[in-house]
């Protein structure tokens, strides 16, 4: 197991474009603008937001790196392709086929790209338009609670690579993370509004709904989450002992000889230095920063969800829904530390935790072929 050193200068190009995203990050931090106050939940009114011409600096350079990709992610055909079937229906019935398997809003996007610039590469510029629009806009609801800068970075190490891959999802994904701000402010309708619109991206954004619906302290919520938890364990060790009744069993982190492989520790060993911190401190989270009790659920279940792709693919996808719990929780872990010493130490522990993931998962396993880096300004595209 080592470094791929055969590309070495993409390596390279992701880490320099990340280190260049913290420093604007962090200017923007600096340099944070007064803004009207702001009620974000109970206990937290907001003053201040992160500089904009900074924030916008950071924002464009993951989204330049995104949006002008060329056959960077194992997704990236199928979307091509999607774009190819989409612009081909001919009949209401085709159409309404289509929509079943792709939604209505993914749809539209490709038709208007066909329609207006009758090429599929723009899909790729909107779409990370959409998802990393969304994704700092939500972060930014976290500034003067926890350091942005740090959040950015979580997010560019421990799932950037994921938005070049499942881009529909990520889109749903990045929507009810911003979402979550109007569930902390009580606004439950507005809340609903932008559900209904992740879900116009991707079906499985639902799965976030039990949990906005039973996130409070009322028993009767604390007891739906105890009958989710308990459902999805159950859920895993039959899948585990009946292995063989699924059409496909995960081969990663598992043994591949036969049917219904032995889970092996792979998985346990990335999860941990993430979720036990989480845990262990997870009072003193919640006092410096209420939502951050959300989180925290989600995170937990995040794990369950992950181990649960072992059985069915899907589901490991659907804990993208709870790993953005990670982009608020591993920074406010190192605001919630009571002193100044702990708090560098705290520092120094998650920003080792997430490069070490992002050696492992990109620089050496290259999961989800983000490796090597093609721009579309140097490649042959047919047609063009």
């Given at each position: 197991?080592a470094?791929?050193?055969?590309?070495?200068?993409?390596i390279?190009?992701?880490?320099?474009?990340?280190?260049?995203?913290?420093?604007?990050?962090a200017?923007?931090?600096?340099?944070?603008?007064?803004?009207?106050?702001?009620?974000?939940?109970?206990?937290?009114?907001?003053?201040?937001?992160?500089h904009r011409?900074?924030w916008?600096?950071?924002?464009?350079?993951?989204f330049?790196?995104?949006?002008?990709?060329?056959?960077?992610?194992?997704?990236?055909?199928?979307?091509?392709s999607?774009?190819?079937?989409?612009n081909?229906?001919?009949?209401?019935?085709?159409l309404?086929?289509q929509?079943l398997?792709?939604?209505?809003l993914y749809?539209?996007?490709?038709?208007?790209v066909?329609l207006?610039?009758?090429?599929?590469?723009?899909i790729?510029?909107?779409?990370s338009?959409?998802?990393?629009s969304?994704?700092?806009?939500?972060?930014?609801?976290?500034?003067?609670?926890i350091s942005v800068?740090l959040a950015?970075f979580?997010?560019?190490?421990?799932?950037?690579?994921?938005?070049?891959?499942?881009?529909r999802?990520m889109?749903a994904v990045s929507?009810?993370?911003?979402?979550?701000r109007?569930?902390f402010?009580?606004?439950?309708d507005?809340?609903?509004?932008?559900?209904?619109?992740a879900l116009?991206?991707?079906?499985?954004?639902i799965?976030?709904?039990p949990?906005?619906?039973?996130?409070?302290?009322?028993r009767y919520?604390?007891?739906?989450?105890?009958a989710?938890f308990?459902a999805?364990?159950?859920?895993?060790v039959?899948?585990?002992?009946?292995g063989?009744?699924?059409?496909?069993?995960?081969?990663?982190?598992?043994?591949?000889?036969?049917?219904?492989?032995?889970?092996?520790?792979?998985?346990?060993?990335?999860?941990?230095p993430?979720?036990?911190p989480?845990?262990?401190f997870?009072?003193?989270?919640?006092?410096?920063?209420?939502r951050?009790?959300?989180?925290i659920?989600?995170?937990?279940?995040?794990?369950?969800?992950s181990?649960?792709g072992?059985?069915l693919?899907v589901?490991?996808?659907?804990s993208?829904?709870?790993a953005?719990?990670?982009?608020?929780?591993?920074?406010?872990?190192?605001?919630?530390m009571?002193?100044?010493?702990?708090?560098y130490?705290?520092g120094a522990?998650?920003?080792?935790?997430?490069?070490?993931?992002?050696?492992?998962?990109?620089?050496?396993?290259n999961?989800?072929?983000?490796?090597?880096?093609?721009?579309?300004?140097?490649?042959?595209?047919?047609g063009?």
């Amino acid at each position: 197991m080592a470094i791929q050193v055969q590309h070495i200068s993409s390596i390279i190009l992701y880490a320099g474009s990340f280190a260049l995203v913290v420093l604007f990050a962090a200017l923007a931090q600096v340099f944070a603008r007064p803004a009207k106050p702001a009620l974000l939940s109970p206990s937290f009114t907001q003053a201040e937001r992160p500089h904009r011409v900074f924030w916008m600096l950071a924002f464009l350079v993951p989204f330049l790196l995104s949006a002008f990709r060329w056959k960077v992610g194992t997704d990236y055909p199928t979307y091509i392709s999607l774009y190819e079937a989409i612009n081909s229906i001919s009949t209401p019935e085709q159409l309404w086929q289509q929509i079943l398997e792709v939604e209505p809003l993914y749809v539209l996007m490709n038709v208007l790209v066909k329609l207006v610039f009758n090429n599929p590469l723009p899909i790729f510029f909107f779409s990370s338009l959409l998802l990393l629009s969304f994704l700092f806009r939500a972060v930014e609801d976290y500034h003067g609670k926890i350091s942005v800068t740090l959040a950015v970075f979580v997010f560019l190490t421990l799932m950037f690579s994921t938005t070049l891959n499942i881009m529909r999802q990520m889109i749903a994904v990045s929507i009810t993370f911003y979402a979550a701000r109007h569930l902390f402010q009580k606004k439950y309708d507005t809340a609903a509004l932008w559900m209904f619109l992740a879900l116009m991206f991707h079906y499985s954004a639902i799965v976030l709904l039990p949990f906005w619906l039973f996130r409070g302290p009322q028993r009767y919520a604390r007891n739906a989450r105890i009958a989710m938890f308990a459902a999805l364990a159950l859920m895993f060790v039959l899948g585990s002992v009946f292995g063989s009744i699924f059409s496909g069993i995960r081969a990663l982190y598992t043994d591949e000889g036969g049917e219904g492989g032995t889970l092996k520790i792979g998985l346990m060993l990335l999860r941990l230095p993430i979720i036990v911190p989480i845990l262990l401190f997870r009072k003193q989270l919640i006092a410096h920063d209420e939502r951050n009790k959300f989180w925290i659920m989600l995170a937990v279940f995040e794990v369950l969800f992950s181990y649960l792709g072992y059985i069915l693919d899907v589901l490991n996808r659907l804990s993208l829904y709870f790993a953005v719990s990670w982009i608020v929780l591993l920074p406010a872990l190192v605001r919630s530390m009571p002193t100044r010493g702990a708090q560098y130490r705290m520092g120094a522990y998650v920003i080792a935790v997430c490069v070490g993931l992002w050696i492992f998962n990109t620089a050496i396993n290259n999961y989800g072929d983000v490796l090597p880096y093609q721009t579309i300004f140097g490649a042959r595209i047919p047609g063009m």
